[in-house]
């Protein structure tokens, strides 16, 4: 059993920061690639940050320059440190990662948070 759980979220003025965590425990041989997705009421669910066991990463358009993705591999946690923060990024964030629970399993298995609220007021 894997469990992923976020946290960091919370009310910003606009401009300000918050940084999320998703720290992953349970049943865990090795975690591969990680994202943060989020999403707004009424709208799709978007890939925020995508980030691979060896750093590499990728952001959206929207987030580029002002969100940075890290992960701890050691601690098995994911980061998104959100800078300037716009009203615009007002969503639930959840972690989601791809994992393999032993070191013999066939193949990775999808995991994904119970979200977190980011609030950003004007």
């Known amino acids: 059993q894997v469990q992923l759980v976020e946290s960091g979220g919370g009310l910003v003025q606009a401009g300000g920061s918050l940084r999320l965590s998703c720290a992953a425990s349970g049943t865990i041989f090795k975690i591969n690639a990680m994202g943060w997705y989020r999403q707004a009421p009424r709208k799709e669910r978007e890939l925020v940050a995508f980030?691979?066991?060896?750093?590499?990463?990728n952001y959206a358009d929207s987030v580029k320059g002002r969100f940075t993705a890290s992960r701890d591999n050691a601690k098995n946690t994911l980061y998104l440190q959100m800078n300037s923060l716009k009203p615009e990024d007002t969503a639930v964030y959840y972690c989601n990662a791809h994992i393999r629970p032993y070191s013999f399993s066939f193949s990775d298995s999808d995991y994904w948070g119970q979200g977190t609220q980011v609030t950003v007021s004007s």
């Open positions: 980030i691979t066991i060896g750093g590499g990463t």
